[in-house]
């Protein structure tokens, strides 16, 4: 941080570093003439090495010499001259840069002034500043108690932990976007459908229930500047956004920055989340393809996505997984609007084919193309290429068709970001990939993992690596209670959900395969039955924090089950995954808050007979307004 001195009416700024000398000189002068000293040790024990307030410093003898004084004036001015003049020429011959690590550990802290001026700020004024920490000169504390690598969701939920349990924590938060931290489920499902324009540029949506919502977890003036962060009686969060963390000291519990910054840490989380993957024959293509390609991860790819497919007459999705399905509904939307035709291609047999079972897989496609969408399953690409002549990109299928598109959109699952393993000596699981750590979420003494990046140990399932947003809000949320001592290990079972559009949505817990035997009872849904009606009768959009308030209830339930039948409407119905006679995974169709219910069924990890009975529990028959009584 730059300090400022007024000296003969001129104001000029300089590096702390360059003021070393001549704050030495001048703080000292303000204390007894016993005081005259030089160099780097501090007048009195403090954080800052320089006081605000030097109180006399230790006996120099009991001698004193009458014209001490007056040596001491004119030494004084001597001494102020010509620190000034220095001052004045290194300004001119130096640019303020960012300073070296040998500067950053001896330079002062910054003047009583600037300390005031940082203390009144209001938070309009906070907020403001909170953009300036994208800058690569950003100043933070040489050393924080806690330290999260990302700004994603895993991430903010650890700092919520962190700061219940540790009501003074310092926390600085390292990301690579430049926004705070976000929901990422509207990016793919509400802002697509609300009409509001204006309210979208602000990242703000209305849920199915017509509430407004913002994207964001909390507004800028929730954070501090990092520079502010270590005087901070009470603590606080930080965060430095626009800056990547390329290397992890395990050993010396150091971060290094992409600039070459360090900064030690106490705790530090790892919430690095994941890159979208994308298929190596559209890496083939080259430029012009890649230009016209979408890899949907970020806020900035929704805001490219938006405007691109405003004025498109052809789009193609590349995947037919959750993003996928909700991408291609929400364009197919957006092209009965437009006239815009959607095509989506994925090698499944049906939409969402690795999780639905067959059947459901198939119902579900119909579903997707009555909302416009061509869907062509069973194919994948072979090839891509740009097309001068109708300036489009030519996917090549396995059968030789080809799909023309002014736009793609792939969306064929996450690779997990462990850039930072590999250079700082972490585990990665082999086989799921991702960070390995224990049921504590710690890979290593002091450092946990949380969110899509980690490979963490189930107590109750085994290995596994979760990519939901709920996990990360369980998963954060546990790593950020361990970075306090908390010390539990996982076994809250998060949840994931989806929605193709407002009349079709399910929720689903534990291991969901559709490679596993499953077995699923289904009944007649009525207009209460969609993910429209489940967020006007809880107002929560995010259904996995809607679960939150929900009760595991066992109600009694009458009435005829009975497994699928192919051609029924399965409007709403509950499926449960196996392995033998244990459920392993739940997921229910059109059947909302009742993920306490599945939850607590693997839990306890019973073997059933009668899954008619235990289907009971999830009251399908009921009618929502009876379920509510």
Known sequence: MCVTVALNGLKMHRCQAVFRSFSSVTRCMTTSTNCIRFG??????????????PRRCASQGSGRNPNEGGYLLGFSIVAVTGAAFFAYRSMQ??????????????????TPAAEETSSGKDETDTAAATTETTSSAAVFPEKVPYLLIGAGTASFAALRAIRANDATAKVLVIGLEDEAPYKRPPLSKDLWFCDDKEAVANWKYKQWDGQERSIFFEPDAFYCNPEDLADRENGGVALLTGRKVVKLSVYKQIAVLDDGREIAYDKCLLATGGVPRNLP?????????????????????????????????????VGGGFLGSELACALGKRGKETGMTVKQVFPESGNMGRVLPEYLSKWTTNKVRS????????????????????????????????????????????????????????????????FRVNAELEARKNVWVAGDAACFYDI????????????????????????????????????????????????????????????????LATEQDTPKASVEASGEGLRSEATETSVASTPASTGQLANPSTGEDYGKGVVFYLKGKVVVGVLTWNIFNRMPI????????????????LAKLFSIHYKPEEQAS
């Open 40 to 53: 780097k040790t501090p007048c009195v024990k403090s954080r800052s090495r320089f006081p605000t307030q």
């Open 93 to 110: 011959s130096l640019q303020i840069k960012p300073k070296p690590k040998e500067e950053a550990e001896d330079a002062p802290a910054a």
């Open 281 to 317: 024959s559209i890496v083939k293509a080259g430029e012009e393809v890649a230009s016209r390609t979408t890899l949907f991860r970020t806020t900035a790819d929704f805001k490219a996505l938006d405007e691109t497919t405003r004025n498109a007459k052809a789009v193609a999705v």
């Open 371 to 434: 909302e416009g969408v061509d869907v062509i399953p069973d194919e994948f690409v072979t090839a891509a290429s740009f097309d001068k002549e109708s300036n489009q990109v030519k996917l090549t299928l396995n059968d030789g068709e080809i799909v023309s598109a002014d736009h793609l959109v792939v969306a064929v699952g996450l690779e997990p970001n462990v850039e930072l393993a590999r250079q700082s000596g972490l585990e990665i699981d082999d086989k799921l990939g991702g």
């Open 460 to 523: 109750k399932l085994g290995r596994r690596r979760v990519e939901h947003h709920d996990h990360a809000v369980v998963s954060g949320r546990l790593a950020g209670a361990n970075m306090t001592g908390a010390g539990k290990p996982y076994w809250h079972q998060s949840m994931f959900w989806s929605d193709l559009g407002p009349d079709v949505g399910y929720e689903a817990i534990g291991i969901v395969d559709s490679a596993l035997p499953t077995v699923g009872v289904f009944a």
């Open 598 to 613: 599945a939850r607590k069924i693997i839990k306890e990890g019973k073997e059933y007979d009668d899954f008619s009975e």
